[in-house]
């Protein structure tokens, strides 16, 4: 099946609103504030810019949801629902990871005005960042996965 990618990157986008949505409902969850518009919109400085922050977010969000799709699409015949789940905690994995080496090229982190994250968030708020950073991301590809497969048809 060929990969329409202009419906991935908007899968991509629709995904990733559900994720900044559970992102601004999380400390009202119990969950740790989660504030990765205000951390990417500060890795070329302190105080930085929460609108590039989302801007890149976005990015990012549309960036993966093309990912999404080509692996979607190794996977003929598979329920989507579970597979997004998969998909989403597979790039918690990384993201996770990822997002512990922030300080090396992260200037508000380097110059002690920001926080860094740690690996898998874990400085902000222990298991319950991790825990967060993992259902951020399996709602991503869940979410995906639905948007996807309506868009697609």
Do not use: C
């Not at 990733?16 to 205000?38: E, F, I």
């Not at 400085?45 to 080509?70: K, T």
């Amino acid at each position: 099946m060929e990969i329409n990618v202009v419906v991935a990157l908007f899968g991509g986008v629709i995904a990733t609103v559900a994720m900044t949505a559970l992102m601004a409902a999380a400390p009202m969850m119990g969950l740790p504030k989660m504030d990765m518009p205000g951390l990417l919109g500060s890795m070329f400085g302190a105080p930085g810019s929460r609108l590039m922050g989302l801007a890149m977010h976005f990015m990012m969000g549309a960036v993966f949801g093309v990912v999404y799709a080509v692996l979607f699409n190794l996977v003929v015949g598979a329920n989507p629902l579970p597979l997004g789940a998969l998909f989403g905690t597979v790039h918690w994995i990384v993201a996770g990871t990822m997002v512990g080496m922030m300080p090396a090229m992260h200037a508000g982190i380097k110059s002690g005005r920001v926080q860094a994250p740690g690996f898998f968030m874990m400085n902000f708020g222990g298991a319950m960042g991790f825990m967060g950073g993992l259902l951020g991301h399996v709602v991503f590809g869940i979410v995906f996965a639905l948007a996807y497969q309506v868009l697609v048809g």
